[in-house]
Each structure stands twice: as structure tokens, then as C-alpha cells.
């Protein structure tokens, strides 16, 4: 079935280092891959997202990488802030149009040390 | 704030009870979607609407129904509920006439206990 891996569980950077989440889907037909970050009692907020017939794109410190050969895409996070602590969720888009579903990554808790 | 708004924020219930969760999507998104999140399951899709007609299905229990109305808030029913249902319950609505996916903007969600 459909399937999305996300790695490493949990990161931790010093403020100021980069941070590279990374996830791989199953579904060949996934056309649309967004990225949310959850802070802790709140719901997830997408932050990025990218299509299929793109291979980067990038949003201030954050961006986005797709290789749909190899089923990967990644998130950077450059010059970490405090802020930025919080859990990241990849997701891959299955369906059509204004039909489908998200199938989320186990999720990346990434902390921030000052 | 996405401008998704839903309620109730916390709700603690008891076992074989039946709940219903209230959601309102963004202004002018006819799509809505349901999810639950647990610790064990993480994020997974339950159901989506579009414009009152159901589009899409997960892995979501016959004891859990959903409908949209024509105002287009859309309310999940949780029946016969156990213990294993506890969870965050989320909305999203996406926007229409996008031909490849759909950006999904995530409510507050709400905090189900099953006691």
C-alpha cells in the first residue's frame, strides 16, 4: 500500500546549523509533496510544499528537494532558530484533482539549541 | 491561524458512548478532510468531502460516519466509542480547481478521551 518514511526520528542542531529531514514514498502516482510543522497543542502548519514537475523550491531559510527516479524528497532547514523546534511531517499526495488523501511521514522532532 | 476553525477543543467521554466533532473549512474551500492522530498510528486520513459529496476514504472505522453540509462545515460521528479511540481529531479544507494536489490547511483540531 501506500507508504511514506521519514528519517531521522529526532534531531538536534545547534542555532545557526542546517537541518535535513529526508523521506521516501511508495506511490509512483504521488504528484504533490507538502511539509508541515506541529508545535505541541496545535495542528499541523504547512510550511512548504512542492509538485511533481519541479525539482527544488525554496522559501527563506527553508527549501525543498524532489527526485522523483529514486521516490525521495527532503526539507533544509539553514540557519536553525530556537523557534524552529517543533515536529516536521512529510506528506505525499495520493489521488487526482480534488480527490485523494495525504499519507504523512512518522514525523521528525527536531530541537534547537541556543 | 489557518482559518479552519473546530469544535469542541478537548472532549473526555466514556467507553460506548457517541461524540460528534464539528469542523468549518477556510472561506470558499469546498473540500474538507478528516484525520486522526495518535501516538502509535501518527497522522492518518479518515475521510474527505467535496461540496457535500464523499471523495475519498481511509482506513476509517464503520463506527466513525462523516457528512458535509450545504453550508460546508462538516461534522465527524464517533459511536460506540473505546478506549483505543482516544486521539487528536483534525480538519483540513484545501481549495478547488487545482489539477495536481491541493495545499491542505490543518484546524487546531480536537482532543478526544475515551475514559
Known amino acids: 500500500g501506500e507508504n511514506v518514511e521519514q528519517h531521522p526520528s529526532t534531531l538536534s542542531v545547534q542555532e545557526g546549523d542546517s537541518a535535513v529531514i529526508k523521506c521516501t514514498y511508495s506511490d509512483s502516482a504521488s504528484n504533490y509533496f507538502p511539509w508541515y510543522k506541529q508545535e505541541l497543542g496545535k495542528g499541523p502548519q504547512l510550511i512548504i510544499d512542492?509538485?511533481?514537475?519541479?525539482g527544488e523550491k525554496k522559501d527563506q531559510r527553508i527549501a525543498v528537494t524532489l527526485n522523483k527516479t529514486a521516490k525521495h524528497f527532503s526539507l533544509h532547514i539553514t540557519e536553525t532558530q530556537p523557534e524552529d523546534s517543533a515536529v516536521y511531517f512529510c506528506a505525499a499526495h495520493s489521488g487526482s484533482g480534488n480527490t485523494g488523501k495525504l499519507i504523512f511521514g512518522q514525523g521528525t522532532t527536531l530541537q534547537v539549541k541556543p | 491561524d489557518s482559518g479552519v476553525t473546530q469544535t469542541p477543543k478537548h472532549l473526555i467521554t466514556a467507553t460506548g458512548q457517541r461524540v460528534t466533532l464539528r469542523c468549518s473549512p477556510r472561506s470558499g474551500d469546498l473540500s474538507v478532510y478528516w484525520y486522526q492522530q495518535s501516538l502509535d498510528q501518527g497522522l492518518q486520513f479518515l475521510i474527505q468531502?467535496?461540496?457535500?459529496?464523499?471523495?475519498a476514504k481511509g482506513n476509517i472505522l464503520e463506527r466513525f460516519s462523516a457528512q458535509q453540509f450545504p453550508d460546508l462545515h462538516s461534522e465527524l460521528n464517533l459511536s460506540s466509542l473505546e478506549l483505543g479511540d482516544s486521539a487528536l481529531y483534525f480538519c483540513?479544507?484545501?481549495?478547488?480547481?487545482?489539477?495536481?494536489?491541493?495545499?491542505?490547511?490543518f484546524g487546531p483540531g480536537t482532543r478526544l478521551l475515551v475514559l
Open positions: 483540513a479544507s484545501s481549495p478547488q480547481g487545482l489539477s495536481v494536489g491541493a495545499p491542505q490547511y
Open positions: 468531502y467535496y461540496n457535500g459529496e464523499e471523495r
Open positions: 512542492i509538485r511533481s514537475n519541479v
